[in-house]
């Protein structure tokens, strides 16, 4: 797995069994989990690369929704509530997508 370097396996696993119920997914609660605002902003930035599927330089709703899957492949999709719900915590300028310094300026503030 993509990830492997810098995150470890089982906080990876406790990220996604925390939200194995449909809506129970929060963004900052994930991120926490995973222990990411402690890494360094080149690996976060690793982190946004690999969930920017189509390298547009933002995360949309279509990416939101696979979020889960990058980390763990058997995931399930988040919910239409759950992606609205991660663009209100991270979308800061409102465009409907989130942006490297959003996606940042959340990691850091989980
Ligand atoms: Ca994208």
Known sequence: MA??????????SSAINACKAKDSFSPKTFFATLGLSKKTPSEIE???KMLDQDQ???????????FL???SK????LTAA?????L???DMDGDGKIGWDEFSALVNDS
């Open 3 to 12: 990830f492997t370097g810098f995150l470890a396996a089982s906080d990876i």
């Open 46 to 48: 690793k982190v946004f």
């Open 56 to 66: 547009s330089g933002f995360i949309e709703q279509d990416e939101l929704q696979l």
């Open 69 to 71: 899957q990058n980390f």
């Open 74 to 77: 058997g995931a399930r999709t």
């Open 82 to 86: 759950e992606v609205k719900a991660f």
């Open 88 to 90: 209100v915590a991270g």
